[in-house]
């Protein structure tokens, strides 16, 4: 069945630094894939997603690109801020009812 | 817009004791999910529902766990008894439908500790 793995954490950077979170897939066909954030205390809310191979999803300073040939949808972010902090959590469909599944999740944590 | 809302935020229980959670969907929504997020890891679907019905309770515990939508609304999720591997963050979710784009929405969970 469908699976997705992303890097472990926990990740942490200075403010205004590059950021990476690694998400890569196992899929039958082209599922949708997507990207939810965890704040402390929060439930998971969605960061952004994309519906097709080629697509990029934005949302907040945030991308990834659904790249095919990589089996990647790695999550990128220009410049971090301490508001940043979270758990990030990959996800695509699958199961026999296609709901959400989800990677581990990785924990940022951002430093003034 | 009200959010998908959850009580209680925190339990402690002893192994072997009965807890419940209940969730109150975002209205209008028929979709409901519960997830059981066990610390380091993701979310895992226990059961999901639409309308008063379930779709997929293939991960559900079923020994030990149970849940119900009698109204199609709000739902009750029970473990009798827990164990100390039951010791998670329960969230619940819902969605409009259940087409290939629905988005998720969840709430802030309840953290569960069975000692």
């Known amino acids: 069945g469908n699976s997705v793995t992303q890097m472990e954490g926990p990740v942490t950077l200075s403010e205004e630094a590059f950021l990476t979170i690694n998400c890569t897939y196992t899929a039958t066909g082209y599922p949708s894939l997507f990207w939810y954030v965890q704040y402390p205390g929060e439930g998971l809310q969605l960061l952004l997603k994309a519906t097709k191979a080629d697509d990029k999803g934005s949302n907040k300073g945030f991308e990834a690109t659904y790249r095919k040939e990589t089996t990647s949808f790695h999550l990128e972010k220009g410049s971090v801020q301490v508001s940043d902090s979270a758990v990030y959590f990959c996800s695509t469909y699958g199961g026999s009812q296609g709901n959400l599944i989800f990677g581990k999740g990785t924990k940022l944590s951002v430093k003034p | 817009e009200a959010g998908v809302a959850q009580s209680p935020r925190y339990k402690i229980i002893e192994k072997r004791q009965s807890v419940a959670f209940w969730c109150n969907p975002i209205?209008?929504?028929?979709?409901l999910y519960w997830y059981q997020q066990i610390l380091g890891q993701g979310p895992k679907l226990l059961i999901q529902f639409q309308n008063n019905g379930v779709v997929d309770d293939s991960q559900l515990p079923k020994d030990r766990f149970s849940a119900e939508r009698l109204k199609g609304v709000d739902s009750t999720l029970k473990i009798q008894p827990a164990k100390l591997e039951d010791s998670a963050v329960y969230l619940c979710?819902?969605?409009?439908?259940?087409?290939?784009?629905?988005?998720?929405?969840f709430g802030s969970g309840t953290q569960l500790s069975v000692l």
């Open positions: 979710a819902s969605s409009q439908d259940r087409g290939p784009s629905r988005k998720l929405f």
């Open positions: 209205s209008g929504h028929a979709t």
